[in-house]
Each structure stands twice: as structure tokens, then as C-alpha cells.
């Protein structure tokens, strides 16, 4: 990559640099005016926290990566949480990489309602990035549906009684800034990173409205990378690094920074959040759904009976993780 | 005999030994439980013995288990490796295991035809469906990723695991993406297949397909767009030397499909119009090869070869130019088993000039049918085959990666496809920094050797396309990578499928060719560069053209003008004669680029060349009733000419608004429109009545006095619209045709059709009367009942139930019940309308065929017809008569006297199912289905035709607004509209917003079916059913 494209991309979502770019006019206004509203309310886990993390590429690749759930867990011996990541990549608040053979809209009656399955407390909320590629005409669409899929999410069902301790807390992630990384050009991610940055203010307005936790890894998450690492791959998907420096955001956010040596001192825990990652993927997105569960389930769907078999698998992978946890502490 | 090499000899006595255990320790086969026992026993030497090789030919053991299990894709590296992926985790992770799936290479170190080197180089996969090497390592297919695999030390195991791209569907795991390969062009070009949903992040944007198709990738820039879609299982893709993608379907049967940008097969979604493939009738086939390079004989040059994997043969075709593009023919068989374990699915030419064939071996294919459990499934075997052509000298090996840039730029004049794709992998891996300079003077000198001049020879036509496909793989995104002395000279070759190659290449380079129209310094753009191409004398160049001017225009930063200039240009194809593809591709084009030239025809600035036909076509294309007006006003302003003015007209028929309906109805009506051209601009209207709904306004009773022309075509075309229209004015007109016993039999049937829509009582009297006039001829009768049920059941039912009484054939019973099964709330009336009444057994019996194909449960006439079947309902056989009944059909039965049974028209399975190219499309082909389907499952299929429904036949019941219920196969959907195939092997189109409510059916097959077969018949037809694909004389006889 040639220097100048890296200093671009870089000056884009360096602090000092944004206040540059507002200086230039270059800043959108929904960004100034999000800016101005009410603070987001601070968040934090309790013990026996149930997590659902929900959201794009980001969060799918998450569940490969496990720093910013090892971040979380580590930061909570003890505490008995749970998480369970349902990322789709390529997703948006339309749920568009879920109808699977329905309508979006169908796949995202059934996102709720594997949501709520899971019995979430909490709930991280990380879209915006594929949405962003509609531009300025998506963003008033975006940021409704942002504020419909947080009350979708929030709204008890009617078995579950009392309301008030039904809906799980939310947390929203403003997307990672895109980096002009190779192949990705750096005049094209300045020009994604501008439009990305009205979205990432909508998600602040929404969150401060609705008095949500939020963690702005749009703004932070350059600030967490050590020096000379790049924040992606190719542009758009978090490095290695990049997944590390988005876990101090998190950290940050709920209000307990972590160490320097975290990572070097997490692996086991990590290594273990990966293992419970795969086993739970395979049970909430299995392979041959079209037999098991769908239009050919008069063939297959016999074999139905093997996915719950995958639940204490899960589980108790996520206990060693806890007991991992535990003993680092 | 052939040689059987070391690894072979080893597997073989491995194979042995596990025999003889499973012999001593499988139960005492059941004599009926014929699949298990005949599971054979998985010796190489055995499966080779039983394998016919066509002459001249013969075939060696390469590698086998242990050594690989389970291959699911092989390709060759430049070094001469086989790289195999197989997965012993297919169809399904239990819960609790680890996926361990694994890439292999395999090496012929000392040159003996078997591999005596192979090494794990990768493991921990998840059903790897595709392996490719390059870039250090190998692109590998991982359920919802594809990754990168590198060895970075050195020590032939990959230490790097990199996600490339995430986001690919695995609701089937035989349609998980697959068919790795480079194109010429130094992408990756890689499948999905129908089942499969993908939604991909890439830096540049998000990529989406529902359903299949070919997705085309470059790795270094992560460019990613879809290919070409649809295809059920497009598991065969290779790339002739000029560039052309031929594609097979595992699950189509049409043979060699022709890829190019933008085109859409069977299954595709979201389209309305698709194409086909060049071999109607085909088994469905796995994996393609083209054969090529100096072992092989001059006769195999250039011909295909691909797997009936359901029938254990090895397949050849020939291709020959035709039109836009290329023609298929069959050619022998290149190797047929009798073994059922044979499972040819991958075919790769080899560093040697031997064609390798990799063998899944699996007497149990596919996992909807057989549970994905079944012990019977082979998790552990698998074969790599060699066949090579009987005395002649193999090609010597060369590894690529230790040639110069020199004598690999050589190497593009070859014959050899792989010795050419080897060099060119080589070449890009180098990279343009290395292999620059040696490629300029490449280039430099083939351009001197221009046409004309001393050094001029045919074979440098396709050496220029190699340079230019080097140039388009070394590209690093700079101006400077781009050639356009180069770019120019292919496309102005000699060789038309130079020039249509050189198309795609321009579309690539688009960005980087200056603005499009107009590039800097005067020299030409984009859309210059390829003006020329619309015009040529060759079809196939046309295609190439037409397809490259709309993908240029559609390119983002693409102006409207220029855009506009495209079409313009790309609606030169309409001027020549186009065949299917060729239309298509104009098609196409005009809907792609309908946002730029729509507003410049509507504002007169669009160039049509004086040729107001193409505008003509492509209003037509794209359905472009926003030109309806400016149509209006140039017919009425006289500016239309005579050469387009019926064009005009019957576009405005089909797309204008309910006033301008009424100006074409008004000249359809006079007297001094021709009756030839009346009826096909009122043909016209009833179409966009059909997909519009809108109806002229005015008074439309004029349509009577057309009803009685002397034309026989406009008569058809007025019921019709009368009927669309619903002009009651004209009940008595019609009723007057349906009872004129001098009319066709056909005309009087669609006046009672068209009645049955009429709004008012005049058509419903007629149409009651007509119904209970026991005078009038059956197919009358019936077609009146037909008509009545669809708008007062409550008529219809009575006097259906006095009418079945009278026995009437069973063709008509069949055609009255399917309308009452086909009316909202109709099947109850007639069940409670048979109370009392006595029906026949055989009009009870066919009658109850059709309920139970209804593709859902109709428990009222079900109980009332079972019981006047006086079989109670179809014939259902213990496990033990079901175990007899297939040891009769083993031993005691006649396959010939099976087909004439199948042929009978008591059973009309031919009116469902095909067999080649005979018979309906309703039900699955059964050309091969001995071959695909174990006798135990034909037979339940038979008694139970619900309870396995083949991929693809499960049927969708669709309520209308109108209140119709239609059952049927979906056959296409678009954003527009459902297609099904109903049990008649009928199309139904359904628009989408007509739809009131969409479930899935069952099996549209009848149960009972064979109720009326003695016991010996039913052996008889299960033994017929047993050959298909299956046995030899059988297939010659066809």
C-alpha cells in the first residue's frame, strides 16, 4: 500500500483528525447534531448475564476471532455468562442474509424469535457497515429500523409475562471505520468511511435516545491498535489486531480497560470461546437445513433429533470457559 | 490387464481383508433386502475388472484408500501435484465430532501412472467441496467460507488458515459452493448450487445470490460478481482455449451448458426468461474436462468428457461452432460399470497427458432419499483413476515452476490445456515486476508479426489472446497494465473467437480505458473499442459485444449519455439474425440499460440509426409501459412507418394503459384492419390483461361480431378477450357457439371456458344448461362443469355428482375433478353433492387418483370415494409382501413387459415422467433412475408416492385472489410472477400480487396408481423401472 493511502484512511479516524475534518466542513451534519444529544447511558454485565451478540461480518467473524467475548468473560470471573453469537455476514437491520428461502422479512421474524430463544439479558446490536452502501438516501431508513429491531428485540412475549424484567438490555456497536488497506483503495474508504460516519452518528442517536449502552468502535477503535498494526485485512474485515483493539473499545465502554499483556494472558480462555463458538454454530445455523427443518424435511427430517444433541455440548464447553476464566483471575 | 502401482496393490489387499471380515461378521442377508447385500466389496482390482473402457483406452489405479477417502474435487498444480479434497464428514457433522475433513496432494514420483507420494497437507476441514491450488498454498471450499491454505515453512503442510470470503449458504451440503478453477483471465471461478443462499462482504460492496450459479473472484483484489446463474447442481465447468465456459448439471439434463456473462439457466432466480443447454434429454452429469495435449489421439482432441455418476459411466461429447455459439453431440461412452460403487464425479487432464478421474465410490449417492445415517453410506473409500490411450507415448512431465518466463510464454502455443493453464499460473504468480519485461517483448514481437506480413502465422491469433489474458492477470490496477495495442489487435483478429474473447476484456479494463465513448488523447474508450463488435459477421463475436456494451453501461461511473450510447449500440444486434442466446443477450441488454436509454427515447434524443425497430425490441425487452404514451403519439402523429407501425401497435397493445387499450381495441374493430393482424393485436391485449389486469376502457361489446369472423385465429383471440374483459354483453354470442354442433370440438370447449368467467346470470344459465343437456357430446359436458365450478360451486357440484353417476370416460373425470380440486371451497361441495350417489368403482377410483395428487388433504371426498372405490383407499403391502414383491421382481420378473405396463394408458406415466425425450416433465426424469434409486425405494415411491418426494418435485399450493387453487412444481419465480407446472405438465403463470396465500404440497404423483396391477405387473414394471440407466441392452435399445 502506497504511504499516502495509510496516512488518508488513518487521518480519517484519528480523533485529532476528525475534528480537522468538522473544521473542513467535510463532516456531515447528522454527525454534529448526534454529537450534541444526550449521552449514552454506560453499561455494564451482572452476573448470569445471558449475551446475545447480534450483527454483520463483524460479529460473525467475532465467533472466529473470540477477543472481544474473551474480553468480556475475562473481565467477569465468576460471573457465569453466556453468549451466544448469531453474526450472519453480509446482514443488516432487514435481516437481508437470513430469509434463507423467505423474504427477508420472514427472515427477520425468525431472527427475533431466535433471539428470544436464546433467553437473552443483554443483547449487542452491531450493524450499519452493508447498510451504509445505500448512502445518504438509506439513512433515515436505517436509523427507523435500528430503533424498530431495538424494540422488537426489547418486546416481551406475551408468555413471558412481567415486561419490565423480560426485555434484555441493549447494547449498540457503531461498525469499525472501513481502511484504505490493499485491496481496498484509500480514496474509496475515505469516501465509504464519510457516508459510514452519518450512519455510526444515527446508531449514537438512536442509542442515546433509547438510553442503551453503546460501544463506538467507529471512533475508538483506530485509538486501540498498537503501533503500525493495520485494524483489517483488506479494507473492511477486522485483523487480528483490529479484533484486539475492538475488545479494548468493549472493555472501555463498560468501564474496566484492559491490561496490556491481556491478550498474551487470555489464550486458553480464547482458544476455549472458539471451541464453544464452532460447537454452537453447528447447532444454530447446521448445515442441510432443507432436510432437516425446511421444504425436504419429509426426507431428512428425522435427523432433527441430532441438533439439540449439540446443547450440552455447548454447554459445557462454556463451562470450561467460566472455570478458565475463574482461574486466570 | 492394467498395471495396478504400489499404492493400489496396497489398497487392494486392504480391501481384501476388510471383505473377508464383512463377510464373516454381516448377518445372513434377508433375500429381499437387496440393497444391503449387494453392496460390493470395495476392492480396487474388483471395480477396475468391471469396468468396460472404451477401445484404445485403458485405465490404471492412480490412488485409493487409505491413502485418500472420500475425493470431492482434484486439480493438478503447476509442479504436477494432484491436490485432492474428501470428506469422510458428507452428508452431515454429527454432534460431538470434530470436523476433520483433509486436502491431499498426491505425487507420481517416478513416473509409473500411480502415486507414491501423498502427503496431509491440510486437515480440520468441514466438508471440503472444492480444492485449488495457489498462492502458496490452496483455495478450499469450507461450508459458509472460502479459505486460503499456505505453507509457509516449507514443510508440505499448511501453517496459515485465512478466510478469503464468508457468507455462502449451506442449507444442502451436495450444493455447497464447489468446481474450484482458474479461467484464463487468472480468475477463480467457483459454483453454488440451487439450495444454497449467499450473502458475501467484500471491501467493495456486498454480493448476494439466492439460488445457482457461477461466481467469478479475484483473489488479490477480492473482485467478486456473479457469472452466469441458475442450474440445479453445476458441478462441471471447463474452459475451451478461447475462453468459453461450458458448464454440466448434476441435476439438469441438458447436457454441455454454454456460460457467458449474464446468462441464466434452468432455476434461475429473479429472471423471466432463461436458456438452455445444447443436450436436451442428457443424464444429469458431474464434472467436465476438455481432452487435450500430445498423448491422447487426434480423434479425442477437443472433446468432452464428463460423468453419468448415477449410471457408473464415463461420458463424451463433441463440440462443433454453431450461431452464437457452440453445438453438442454425444459420442460413445468412454468407460460404463456394472458396479454400483463407481461414482466417477471429477475429470482433470494431467501432467502427463493422462485423464485422471476421481471416484467418490459410494454405492448410496446423494442424502435426501437415503437417511444420513445409513450404514450402507461409504465414509471411508475412494479412488483416483488414470486412463490412458493405449500405445502412445506419454507426454514428459514438466514442473512449471522451474521454467524461465520464456519458455513459459512458449508454452501458450501448445495444444496442451493443462501445460498452458500451468505456465499461465506460473506466470501470474511471478508477478508483472518479474515477468514484465519478458512479456512486452512477447507482445512486441507478435503484434510485428502483424496479418500480411512474413511472420505472420494462423497460431499467433491465439497466442495475442494468451498475452492478453496474461496482461489481464499481471494486472496490478495501474494505467500502465493496461495494453491497448494489444487489446486492439484481438479485437480485430482474424479469428472470431479472438474477437469475442477480447470483448470481456474490455469490460475489465473499463475503468482504465478513459471515459467511456471517448478515451484520452483521442483514443478510444470503451464503448469505441467495442462499436465494431455489434456489427460483425460472426453470431458469437455479436454475443460477446452486446453483453460487454451492457456491462459497461452499467458500470457506476458510467454516465447516462454514454450509457445511453451502449444500448444504442448494443441494439445493433437486432438488426442481424439472432438465435436464442444471441437474443437473450440483447434482451438483456435492454433491461440492464433501461434507466438510460427509457429517457432518451422519451425526450427524441436517443440514436436509433433510423432504425425505429430497435426501439421497437427494446421496449418489448425491457416492458416498458412508461413508453406507452410517446408510442401513442408517434402513431398518431403518422411519424411511425410503415416497417414499424405493426410493431408500435402490438407493443402499445401489450404495454399501454386502459385508455390507450382502447384506442388499439378501436382498430382492431375496423373493418379495414386485416382479421390476421386483429387478432394478434387482441392477442396482445389479453396478454397485458394477463399480466396487467387492465382492460380497455369504453364499451367492448364490439367484441361479439368479431366472434363470429371467418378467421379462425381472431375468433380465438375475441373469446379470449371477452372472457379477460368480462364482457357480458357477449354470454349470448358465446353460449350460441358452445351449443353450435357445427363448430370444432376445441372452439366450443373455450367458449365454455370463456363463459365461465362472464360476470351475470345469462353465462351462468348457459353454462347450467349446458351441463345438464345429457345430449351434448362428454367433452362438453365436462367442460361446461369445469367452467361452472370456478364461479358458483353450488351450480356445479349437483349436477357434477349426476354426471359421474352416468360413468363418464375417465379422461373427462379426471379433467372435472381437477377443476373442483382446482376451486376454492368446491372440493366439500361435491363430497357433500356424492352423498347417496352411486358412483362406479372405476370412476370412484379415477376420480380419487386426482384427489390424493392435489398436493394436500381432502379428507371429505377422500372417505367418500374410498369407499365407492371399493378398495378403501390405495393398496398398502406389509414389509414382507414388499420383501416378496422384490424378490419377484429380482428373479421372476420381465423388464420388457415392465415397459410395455409403463407405456399403458391406465397408468399414464408418461404423462409425468420422461424417459429421454419422450414423456411429461410433471414427475422426476427417469432416463436413469435404476441406476440412481434403490429397488426398495422405487417400490415405496410407487405405493406412496408422498412419502419420498424427489429435489425439486415437492409442489406448492397457491391460493389466488380470484379463488383458484393451484397445486403445482415451481418451475420459475421472478419478482413478478410464480411459474408452476401443474399435474397436467401444463405451465401456470401466477402474478405475485395474485397470490393470497402460498403453502408447500406434497407429491403431485396420484396414490393407488398401481392399485389395478396384479402382483406379477407391479414386479414387472419395478424390474423395468430397476434397468433404466442401468442396463445396457435396454439403453441401446432406446
Keep these: 500500500m502506497p504511504p499516502h493511502a495509510r496516512s488518508l484512511s488513518a487521518a480519517l479516524f484519528s480523533r485529532s483528525a476528525l475534528s480537522l475534518l468538522a473544521a473542513t466542513a467535510l463532516l456531515p451534519t447528522a454527525w454534529l447534531a448526534a454529537a450534541a444529544a444526550p449521552g449514552p447511558v454506560s453499561w455494564s454485565l451482572r452476573a448470569g448475564d445471558r449475551v446475545v451478540l447480534l450483527g454483520d461480518t463483524v460479529i460473525e467473524r467475532e465467533g472466529e476471532s473470540g477477543a472481544i467475548e474473551t474480553a468480556l468473560v475475562a473481565m467477569h470471573p465468576g460471573a457465569n455468562l453466556t453468549f451466544r453469537n448469531l453474526g450472519w455476514s453480509g446482514d443488516t437491520v432487514w435481516a437481508e442474509s437470513r430469509g434463507v428461502f423467505d423474504a427477508p422479512s420472514a427472515g427477520y421474524a425468525r431472527m427475533i424469535d431466535v433471539v428470544r430463544g436464546q433467553k437473552p439479558t443483554v443483547v ?42 423480560a426485555a434484555p438490555r441493549l447494547v449498540l456497536v457503531t461498525p469499525p471505520p472501513l481502511e484504505g488497506v490493499s485491496p481496498l483503495k484509500a480514496a474509496a474508504a475515505l469516501a465509504r468511511n464519510q457516508t459510514l460516519a452519518d450512519y455510526a452518528a444515527a446508531i449514537r442517536t438512536v442509542a442515546a435516545a433509547r438510553g442503551t449502552g453503546i460501544v463506538d468502535l467507529f471512533a475508538e477503535v483506530a485509538d486501540k491498535l498498537p503501533a503500525g498494526a493495520h485494524l483489517t485485512e483488506n479494507g473492511v474485515h477486522l485483523s487480528d489486531a483490529g479484533y484486539g483493539a475492538a475488545a479494548a473499545v468493549f472493555a472501555d465502554s463498560c468501564g474496566q480497560p484492559l491490561s496490556g499483556d491481556f491478550a498474551s494472558r487470555t489464550t486458553a480462555i480464547r482458544d476455549a470461546v472458539n471451541k464453544k463458538n464452532r460447537l454452537f454454530f453447528h447447532s444454530w445455523r447446521p448445515a442441510n437445513e432443507t432436510y432437516l427443518f425446511l421444504f425436504r424435511r419429509h426426507e431428512q427430517g428425522n435427523n432433527a433429533i441430532e441438533i439439540p444433541q449439540f446443547d450440552p455440548l455447548v454447554e459445557a464447553a462454556e463451562a470450561t470457559v467460566r472455570e478458565l476464566a475463574r482461574e486466570s483471575r | 490387464m492394467p498395471s495396478i502401482p504400489y499404492l493400489a496393490r496396497r489398497a487392494a489387499r486392504h480391501a481384501i481383508a476388510a471383505a473377508i471380515l464383512w463377510i464373516a461378521i454381516a448377518p445372513r442377508p434377508a433375500s429381499a433386502q437387496r440393497a444391503l447385500t449387494d453392496i460390493p466389496t470395495p476392492d480396487p482390482a474388483a471395480e477396475l475388472a468391471a469396468m468396460e473402457v472404451a477401445e484404445g483406452y485403458e485405465v490404471n489405479l492412480f490412488a485409493a484408500d487409505p ?277 466417477p464425479i471429477d475429470v482433470k487432464m494431467g501432467p502427463d497427458g493422462a485423464l485422471y478421474i476421481a471416484d467418490w465410490y459410494n454405492p448410496i449417492i446423494q442424502h435426501g432419499e437415503v437417511d444420513f445415517r445409513d450404514d450402507r453410506r ?44 500451468a505456465a499461465r499460473r506460473v506466470l501470474v ?225 401489450l404495454l399501454g394503459d386502459a385508455e390507450q387499450q382502447a384506442l388499439v381495441f378501436a382498430m382492431a374493430i375496423d373493418p379495414a384492419t386485416p382479421q390476421v393482424r386483429a387478432a394478434t393485436v387482441i392477442g396482445q391485449q389479453v396478454e397485458a390483461f394477463r ?168 379428507p371429505g371426498l377422500e372417505a367418500i370415494l374410498g369407499s365407492a372405490s371399493a378398495t378403501g383407499g390405495p393398496r398398502s403391502m406389509t414389509a414382507a409382501q414388499r420383501a416378496e414383491l422384490l424378490t419377484l421382481a429380482r428373479d421372476g420378473a420381465d423388464a420388457t413387459r415392465g415397459a410395455a405396463i409403463y407405456a399403458a394408458a391406465q397408468l399414464r406415466c408418461i404423462a409425468c415422467h420422461r424417459i429421454d425425450r419422450e414423456g411429461g416433465r410433471v414427475g422426476p426424469n427417469l432416463t436413469a433412475i435404476g441406476a440412481a434409486s434403490q429397488p426398495d425405494y422405487l417400490l415405496e415411491s410407487l405405493l406412496e408416492p408422498a412419502k419420498n418426494v424427489k429435489e425439486g418435485y415437492a409442489s406448492v399450493v397457491v391460493l389466488t385472489t380470484d379463488g383458484l387453487v393451484v397445486s403445482g412444481i415451481p418451475v420459475s419465480r421472478s419478482d413478478r410472477e410464480l411459474v408452476l407446472r401443474d399435474a397436467l405438465d401444463k405451465e401456470i403463470r401466477i402474478r405475485l400480487v395474485d397470490i393470497d396465500e402460498e403453502s408447500p404440497g406434497t407429491s403431485l404423483m396420484p396414490a393407488g396408481l398401481v392399485d389395478g396391477l396384479s402382483r406379477e405387473q407391479l414386479a414387472d414394471l419395478l424390474c423395468y423401472l430397476v434397468s433404466l440407466g442401468r442396463t445396457a441392452a435396454v439403453e441401446e435399445a432406446r
Design chain 2, 378 to 421: 461409504d465414509r471411508t473409500h475412494g479412488r483416483i483413476w488414470r486412463v490412458t490411450a493405449k500405445g502412445r507415448p506419454l507426454v514428459p512431465r514438466v514442473d512449471a515452476t522451474t521454467l524461465s518466463d520464456t519458455k513459459l510464454l512458449d508454452r501458450f502455443d501448445t495444444q496442451d490445456g493443462y501445460a498452458r493453464d
Design chain 2, 429 to 653: 504468480e511471478r508477478g508483472i515486476a518479474e515477468v514484465g519485461p519478458e512479456l512486452d517483448a512477447c507482445v512486441a514481437a507478435a503484434l510485428r508479426a502483424a496479418p500480411g506480413t512474413a511472420g505472420y502465422h494462423r497460431g499467433l491469433e491465439r497466442r495475442c489472446l494468451e498475452l492478453l489474458w496474461l496482461r489481464q492477470g499481471l494486472d496490478d490496477g495501474s494505467n500502465a497494465a493496461i495494453d491497448r495495442a494489444l487489446l486492439s489487435r484481438v479485437l480485430t483478429s482474424p479469428d472470431p473467437r479472438a474477437r469475442a474473447a477480447a470483448c470481456r476484456v474490455v469490460v475489465d479494463w473499463a475503468d482504465r480505458l478513459g471515459r467511456p465513448g471517448a478515451g484520452p488523447d483521442g483514443s478510444p474508450g470503451p464503448i469505441d473499442l467495442l462499436a465494431p463488435t455489434v456489427d460483425d459477421d460472426v453470431a458469437a463475436v455479436r454475443l460477446e459485444g452486446v453483453r460487454a456494451l451492457a456491462a459497461v453501461g452499467a458500470l457506476t461511473e458510467t454516465s447516462p449519455a454514454d450509457a445511453t450510447r451502449a444500448a444504442a449500440l448494443a441494439l445493433h444486434a437486432v438488426d442481424h439474425p439472432r438465435d436464442d442466446a444471441l437474443d437473450y443477450a440483447v434482451w438483456l441488454a435492454a433491461r440492464e440499460l433501461q434507466a438510460a436509454w427509457i429517457p432518451a427515447v422519451l425526450a427524441g434524443t436517443f440514436d436509433d440509426g433510423g432504425r425505429p425497430g430497435r426501439v421497437m425490441y427494446a421496449i418489448r425487452a425491457a416492458e416498458a409501459t412508461q413508453t406507452a404514451t410517446w408510442m401513442v403519439d408517434r402513431w398518431q402523429s403518422g411519424v411511425a412507418t410503415l416497417t414499424d407501425l405493426d410493431q408500435l401497435i402490438d407493443n402499445i397493445a
Design chain 1, 124 to 165: 449487542i446490536v452491531a450493524y450499519g457497515r452493508n447498510e451504509s452502501l445505500a448512502g445518504a438516501a438509506g439513512l433515515e431508513p436505517f436509523r427507523k429500523q435500528l430503533d424498530r429491531l431495538c424494540d422488537d428485540l426489547q418486546r416481551p412475549t406475551p408468555a413471558e409475562g412481567d415486561a419490565a424484567d
Design chain 2, 691 to 858: 399480466k396487467r389486469r387492465v382492460v380497455p376502457t369504453g364499451d367492448l361489446s364490439a367484441v361479439q361480431s368479431l366472434l363470429s369472423s371467418a378467421e379462425p385465429s381472431l375468433t380465438a383471440a375475441a373469446i379470449d378477450a371477452a372472457a379477460a374483459w368480462q364482457v357480458e354483453a357477449a354470454a349470448d354470442a358465446l353460449a350460441k357457439i358452445a351449443g353450435d354442433g357445427d363448430r370444432p370440438l376445441p372452439v366450443r370447449r373455450a367458449t365454455i371456458l370463456a363463459l365461465g368467467s362472464l360476470p351475470g346470470d345469462a353465462a351462468r344459465a348457459a353454462l347450467c344448461a349446458t351441463a345438464a343437456d345429457q345430449d351434448s357430446p362428454a367433452e362438453i359436458v365436462a367442460a361446461a362443469l369445469s367452467s361452472l365450478v370456478t364461479r358458483s360451486p353450488a351450480d356445479a357440484a349437483p349436477l357434477a355428482a349426476a354426471w359421474l353417476s352416468r360413468s363418464p370416460g375417465e379422461g373427462l373425470v379426471h379433467e372435472v375433478l381437477r377443476a373442483f380440486l382446482g376451486a376454492r371451497g368446491a372440493a366439500d361441495r361435491l363430497a357433500i353433492a356424492l352423498q347417496g350417489t352411486a358412483l362406479t368403482p372405476a370412476t370412484a377410483r379415477a376420480a380419487l387418483q386426482d384427489v390424493t395428487a392435489a398436493g394436500r388433504p381432502e
Design chain 2, 67 to 343: 491413502a485418500i477417502r472420500k475425493p470431492l474435487q482434484i486439480n493438478f498444480d503447476p509442479s504436477g501435484r494432484m491436490w485432492v479434497s474428501s470428506s469422510s464428514v458428507y452428508p452431515q457433522l454429527k454432534p460431538g465430532e470434530v470436523p476433520d475433513d483433509t486436502v491431499t496432494i498426491l505425487d507420481d514420483t517416478d513416473g509409473d501412472g500411480g502415486a507414491d507420494v501423498w502427503q496431509v497437507f491440510a486437515s480440520g476441514l468441514h466438508m471440503p467441496t472444492a480444492v485449488l491450488p495457489g498462492d502458496g498454498g490452496c483455495y478450499v471450499a469450507n461450508a459458509t467460507e472460502m479459505l486460503h491454505l499456505a505453507d509457509t515453512d516449507g514443510d508440505g503442510r499448511a501453517d496459515t488458515r485465512r478466510t478469503i470470503l464468508s457468507g455462502f449458504g449451506t442449507e444442502d451440503t451436495h450444493h455447497l459452493i464447489h468446481t474450484f478453477r482458474w479461467g484464463p483471465d487468472a480468475r477463480l471461478y467457483f459454483n453454488q448450487s440451487i439450495y444454497i443462499h449467499s450473502h458475501v462482504e467484500t471491501p467493495h460492496g456486498i454480493h448476494r445470490l439466492n439460488g445457482g450459479g457461477m461466481w467469478r473472484f479475484r483473489p488479490a483484489t477480492l473482485d467478486l460478481a456473479v457469472f452466469a446463474r441458475g442450474w440445479v447442481n453445476p458441478w462441471g465447468h471447463a474452459i475451451d482455449p478461447w475462453g468459453r465456459s461450458l458448464v454440466t448439471d448434476g441435476a439438469g439434463g441438458e447436457g454441455i451448458n454454454l456460460g457467458f456473462p449474464g446468462a441464466a439457466y434452468f432455476t434461475a432466480v429473479g429472471t423471466p426468461r432463461i436458456l438452455h443447454g445444447m443436450n436436451p434429454g442428457s443424464p444429469k452429469l458431474c464434472g467436465l474436462e476438455i481432452l487435450s495435449g500430445a498423448h491422447l489421439p487426434d480423434d479425442a482432441q477437443g472433446t468432452l468428457v464428463t460423468h453419468d455418476f448415477r449410471a457408473n459411466r464415463v461420458c463424451r461429447y463433441r463440440l462443433t461452432e454453431s450461431g452464437s455459439g457452440l453445438k453438442s453431440e454425444k459420442l460413445p461412452d468412454l468407460i460404463r460399470s456394472s458396479r454400483v460403487d463407481f461414482r
